[in-house]
């Protein structure tokens, strides 16, 4: 079966969602349509040439009304609302909400009730989506019949949500603190600027590329939606100026005295094991751009590793902001797409 999916804005994360697809890693998806408020010809074109990735490693051109990304065609959309956006037209059945301007559920859901799509991915910690799901800890509880617009939340949460999986899983966990050091974004700005910053933090406003800038608003505690067993928990995220490759640490106090050498065999184990592809394992000394082009949610760095004789353990894992988070929502919208409920049909489209 193929899943068709849609993708409303083709910045980092659409860009890598489709750069993935062409490669073929996942066989079960195509890319039916996309929506961006960009030109056809500027879109090709983001697509062709990457300051980080490098070229597109194949053809892109714009033909009209679609995207050809080798000899696939994709028509691409140009609509401002979600509720705009005729997806049904073109046969998706998946639409990954990848603007960062929709991450409430109630305007994500009208992809789904305008636009006649069947599910939705959002590609953020959203504001009230029917569920969460990260990858390789609550995943399997998608409920198809309850859940149309769902999220991953974010690719700090999910690289923190494995590394936290296994300790809770082999050690028992609690007291947990984390802290996530996250390559630069799009949003930011290259001079400092006082207005349209996101969120209303001033901060954010800063030249990206001169500090370490605290980001409050990240929702670090969705680690507990998918795992509730570790309680509550204290976290932090910081904005740094490198292009790719971000850094997730997470210390806490385990059931009984572990050894850093334990701790490190039950990663390698998970990273061989039920957690493959999810989390990955490199005792080969890492930075940060070692990571970029790594589809795991979390490569796990052994020599980050610390116990102490009471049970306190730290942690360390590296990760590909958008490469592997996007990697998670295609794993996500196969989920969705391939288990669409017996009977359900797209409804008709209609401009609000
Ligand atoms: N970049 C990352 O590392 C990363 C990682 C995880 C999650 N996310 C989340 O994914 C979302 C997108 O992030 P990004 O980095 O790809 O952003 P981006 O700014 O690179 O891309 C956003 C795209 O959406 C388009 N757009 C803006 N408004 C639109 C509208 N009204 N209708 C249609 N298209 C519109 C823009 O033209 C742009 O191409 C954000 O919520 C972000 O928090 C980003």
């Excluded at 991915?121 to 198809?144: E, K, R, T, W």
């Excluded at 334990?262 to 989390?279: D, F, H, Q, S, T």
């Excluded at 751009?289 to 610390?306: E, R």
């Excluded at 894992?317 to 929502?329: A, I």
């Amino acid at each position: 079966m193929t899943v068709a999916i849609g993708i409303n804005g083709l910045g980092r994360i659409g860009r890598s969602l489709t750069r993935i697809v062409a490669a073929m890693p996942h066989p079960g998806v195509e890319i039916a349509a996309v929506n961006d408020i960009a030109p056809t010809e500027k879109l090709a074109y983001g697509l062709r040439r990457d300051s980080v990735r490098g070229s597109f490693p194949g053809t892109v051109t714009a033909r009209g009304d679609y995207l050809v990304v080798n000899d696939h065609a994709i028509r691409a959309f140009h609509h401002e609302r979600p509720e705009r956006i005729p997806w049904a037209e073109h046969g998706v059945d998946v639409v990954i909400e990848a603007t960062g301007r929709f991450r409430a559920g109630s305007t994500a859901r009208k992809h789904i009730t305008h636009g006649g799509a069947r599910k939705v991915v959002i590609s953020a910690s959203a504001d009230d989506p029917d569920a969460f799901l990260i990858y390789g800890a609550n995943h399997a509880s998608y409920d198809p019949v309850v859940h149309d617009v769902v999220s991953p939340a974010s690719c700090g949460v999910n690289a923190l949500t494995v590394m936290a999986k296994v300790l809770l899983d082999r050690f028992g966990l609690r007291s947990v603190n984390t802290s996530v050091i996250l390559a630069a974004q799009g949003w930011q700005r290259v001079q400092d600027a006082a207005v349209d910053t996101s969120r209303d933090d001033p901060r954010l406003g800063r030249a990206g590329g001169e500090s370490i800038i605290p980001h409050n608003y990240v929702v670090g505690d969705l680690v507990r939606v998918a795992l509730p067993e570790i309680g509550e928990m204290r976290y932090s995220y910081y904005c740094v100026p490198t292009p790719i490759g971000s850094l997730a640490e997470l210390s806490g106090q385990t059931g009984r005295p572990v050894t850093a050498e334990e701790v490190n065999r039950a990663m390698a184990e998970a990273a061989a094991g039920p957690l493959r592809g999810i989390l990955a394992y490199d005792p080969d000394p890492t930075v940060s751009i070692d990571v970029k082009n790594n589809a795991a949610s979390c490569l796990f760095d052994p020599s980050g590793t610390q116990a102490t004789a009471d049970g306190g353990v730290k942690v360390r894992g590296w990760f590909d902001n958008e490469w592997g988070f996007s990697n998670r929502l295609l794993d996500l919208a196969c989920l969705v797409g391939e288990r669409l409920p017996v009977g359900s049909s797209r409804v008709s489209w209609s401009v609000a």
